[in-house]
């Protein structure tokens, strides 16, 4: 008997993960949080402070639980982030066999752009935390042998994302006088006591009629009217045509569905109906709602249509039901963020541009995501001082001096008349450090332009 049997095939070996040492660091340090996750769990009602921006020394645990958060409030309420964290490590990740014609299962249209919304919304997530890719990797691709870990982080993300919606929802419950045009000087009547039920907002209060209701049912009227007290607070008068709505809509005979817009997502008395987009989501109500501390939690300081559609749900539930749901009766808040975020599917529309740069220059101001930009501040002493030195080494006449010290102090945001325009190089080397400033200023500007009493420079500004 022959004993020349080939020896069996030795059992694939799974490819050994080579991590780097900066990665590996992030990734021990995850494991461990996920492995300590409840031992670790601070009390009840007691919050330990944070950093107010997703700093890099954060643990990497703490920093995916901000994009968590950061997941609801500017990619998608809706979206279960367990979907996100399925399709998108599975999407970019995933070693996939050759698929053979006779067994390709054919994937519904309706089932594949779900899992690209999921993809998106991943990728999105992550632009927060990007270097934490890597170590998500790592720990994707160790599923299959220790899906434990996986499975602990997806539902730590999971609990995240959930705790910002219900917080934002909190916050806001007994936030009614938003929606009054100078909350501090005027007063709701008849007011919502904090211990009121939810039941008390909706069709209920003459003030809410015009809120809530699309302005193709009822027009909008201000939040104001007569003064009803020496305190200053106003009443909006209720006409009969307007109780008989209100009447139906409490009955149930009149239903409102997310198709159709409150009033407070326009302008106050900007609405026409021949012109829709005239002051829509200009209201100061939804304005309100996208709160500038939780986006530089995110260290996002760039609004986009998904944080405004978070926003329209989010003050809709507000004057309403006042705690977090995706229905409130036949009324679809999935429907209403899907109707907003579609405002601005076409990027160069004239009114999506427009609005996006009113919720930015409202919210944000000038803020820019980049801690070494430039920001305006007293003159800088040793810049002026530097100046004058290379000016006096290089020999130049006192209105060269000048010249260069406006530049410096200015930084350009008076405007300078010259006879000749400097090279960009020039302009850029407004942002270097003063010694670097005056070289590229000397360099780039002629000696003859240098010396030239046609520089008008305001003596004021100097």
């Not at 279960?80 to 249209?109: F, K, Q």
């Not at 000696?447 to 305001?458: C, D, E, F, G, T």
Request: hydrophobic share 40%.
């Amino acid at each position: 008997m022959s004993t020349n049997a080939p020896a069996p095939s030795p059992a694939p070996v799974p490819p050994t993960l080579i991590i780097q040492d900066a990665i590996k660091r992030k990734y021990d340090d995850l494991v461990s949080a996920l492995s300590h996750t409840e031992a670790q769990a601070a009390p009840a009602g007691k919050r330990r402070k944070r950093s107010p921006t997703v700093s890099a020394s954060l643990p990497p645990m703490e920093r995916l639980v901000i994009a968590a958060k950061y997941f609801t409030r500017a990619v998608n309420p809706f979206m279960d982030i367990a979907e996100a964290m399925l399709y998108g490590p599975d999407h970019h990740w995933s070693a996939r066999a050759v698929s053979c014609p006779s067994n390709t299962i054919v994937i519904p249209s309706s089932e594949l752009e779900r899992q690209q919304l999921c993809i998106r919304a991943f990728d999105k997530m992550f632009g927060t935390v990007p270097d934490l890719l890597e170590v998500v990797k790592h720990l994707f691709l160790e599923a299959s042998s220790k899906p434990g870990r996986w499975k602990k982080l997806v539902k730590q993300m999971q609990a995240a994302a959930k705790s910002a919606r219900t917080a934002d929802t909190n916050g806001l419950k007994h936030q009614l006088s938003y929606v009054l045009p100078n909350p501090l000087k005027e007063a709701l009547v008849p007011p919502v006591l904090k211990q009121e039920s939810k039941s008390d907002r909706r069709f209920i209060l003459p003030w809410s009629d015009h809120m809530l209701l699309p302005p193709l049912v009822l027009s909008p009227s201000p939040v104001s009217g007569t003064s009803t007290d020496e305190t200053g607070a106003t009443e909006t008068a209720v006409t009969g045509a307007q109780t008989e709505l209100l009447n139906r809509l409490v009955a149930g005979r009149v239903e409102l569905t997310a198709t159709a817009f409150p009033s407070f997502f326009w302008e106050e008395g900007s609405y026409n109906p021949d012109d829709l987009d005239h002051g829509l989501l200009r209201g100061h109500l939804i304005l309100r709602i996208p709160g500038v501390c939780n986006a530089r939690v995110h260290e996002v300081f760039k609004i986009d249509r998904e944080m405004i559609g978070y926003a329209g749900v989010q003050a809709r539930t507000m004057m309403s039901t006042s705690e977090w749901s995706p229905r409130d009766g036949s009324y679809s808040y999935e429907e209403l963020f899907k109707s907003i975020v579609n405002l601005f599917a076409d990027p160069d529309d004239p009114w999506a541009k427009e609005t996006l740069d009113w919720f930015q220059r409202n919210i944000f101001g000038d803020a820019i995501n980049d801690s070494n930009a430039s920001r305006e501040s007293v003159p800088d002493a040793s810049a002026n001082i530097l100046a004058q030195r290379i000016a006096r080494r290089k020999g130049l006449p006192l209105c060269s001096k000048l010249f260069i010290y406006a530049l410096f102090t200015l930084r350009y945001q008076t405007e300078v008349t010259v006879d000749w325009k400097p090279s960009p190089t020039a302009y850029n080397a407004l942002r270097l450090n003063p010694y670097e400033l005056a070289i590229n200023l000397h360099d780039h500007f002629p000696q003859a332009v240098l010396s030239s009493s046609h520089h008008r420079i305001p003596f004021s500004s100097v």
